[in-house]
């Protein structure tokens, strides 16, 4: 899956313009086959032509902090279990680290703890949303996500002894080299 963050170019309405896209497919195609089916329909009705390139952005290492990790490996057949109310359950640093992507939503953020396996990894959200709105009149969302990441970065630290450190990341980016708005049937 592409984050925003990844697709760059393309003209302006490319970020704000929507289209309803209702398509069905003949036969019982596969996962793989879909998306090279909805290729060919995006460059057929929106003339879309993009190539992919490598490039570092700014973004965070997530790394084991100094005094090791406060989790658990999970036994062989175990399962993590569910969360408590208004707690987020994790099985490994990588699916935290997508969790971070996609609450910075510009910044990604790369599993680098070099933990493998399965864990049972809980971070307490009401706790990470007390913090993050506590004396906030604004309501400015922008500002709200912002405190998010902050407020969870503070607790993956102190909760789960792991950090983040500011780095420069390796990102595949998918480069809009042209696009039309679709036309109809």
Same mark, same amino acid.
């Given at each position: 899956?592409?984050?925003? *963050?990844?697709?760059?170019?393309? @003209? ?12 069905k ?11 090279? $089916? &909805? ?7 929106? %003339? ?10 700014? =973004?965070y290492?997530?790394?084991?902090? #100094?005094? =090791? ?5 999970? !036994? ?7 969360? !408590?109310?208004?707690? $987020?359950?994790l099985? +490994? ?5 997508? *969790?971070? /992507?996609?609450?910075?939503?510009? %910044?990604?953020?790369? +599993? #680098?703890? =070099? &933990? /493998?396996?399965?864990? +049972? ?5 009401? #706790?990470?949303? %007390?913090?993050?709105? %506590?004396? +906030?009149? /604004? =309501? ?8 998010m ?11 789960l ?8 990341? @390796? ?9 039309? #708005?679709a036309?109809?049937?």
């Open positions: 899956a592409l984050e925003n *963050y990844q697709i760059w170019g393309g @003209p302006g309405w490319v970020d704000s313009a929507g289209f309803d896209v209702d398509a497919s003949t036969d019982s195609a596969g996962r793989d086959q879909l998306l090279l $089916m &909805l290729r060919a329909l995006l460059a057929d009705r929106f %003339q879309l032509r993009f190539h992919h390139e490598k490039k570092e952005l700014a =973004g290492d997530l790394v084991v902090g #100094k005094g =090791g990790p406060k989790f658990h490996a999970l !036994k062989p057949g175990a399962d993590a279990g569910r969360g !408590k109310r208004d707690h $987020m359950r099985k +490994d640093p990588a699916s935290l680290a997508t *969790y971070l /992507t996609r609450l910075s939503s510009d %910044q990604p953020v790369i +599993d #680098k703890t =070099g &933990l /493998t396996g399965q864990f +049972d990894i809980d971070l307490d959200i009401s #706790k990470i949303v %007390q913090e993050a709105t %506590q004396g +906030d009149q /604004t =309501g400015d969302p922008t500002a709200t996500r912002e405190r990441f902050e407020a969870t970065a503070n607790a993956i630290q102190d909760e002894g792991l950090k983040l450190v500011p780095a420069k990341v @390796p990102v595949e980016i998918f480069v809009i080299d042209h696009a039309e #708005k036309t109809g049937n």
